[in-house]
């Protein structure tokens, strides 16, 4: 995790305050909760979860109010939240 870096992704649509690389997209963090970036800027999911975990095939498991969904590397939903 670094502090983020105004140059690299100035072109972001939202003001975040740590980021992580991943293999195909960008971690952000912002007021305590993370969501994911493409690596162009583009939004994939909002700053708005608890947890994100690493991809794995082309899926990410992401965590809200401590309820766990699987999602595509585009941000399609493939599972909701009741798992």
């Not at 870096?5 to 975040?16: E, N, P, Q, R, Y």
């Not at 740590?18 to 993370?34: A, G, N, R």
């Not at 979860?49 to 941000?75: L, T």
């Amino acid at each position: 995790m670094r502090i983020a870096d105004k140059h690299i992704i100035s072109s972001f649509a939202v003001d975040v305050a740590y980021y992580e690389f991943l293999s195909k997209s960008i971690k952000c963090w912002k007021d305590k909760k993370v969501g994911l970036y493409s690596k162009t800027g583009e939004e994939i999911l909002p700053c708005e979860y608890d947890n994100i975990r690493n991809f794995h095939e082309d899926i990410v498991a992401v965590c809200k109010n401590d309820e766990w969904a699987f999602v595509s590397q585009e941000g399609t939903f493939i599972t909701g939240f009741e798992i």
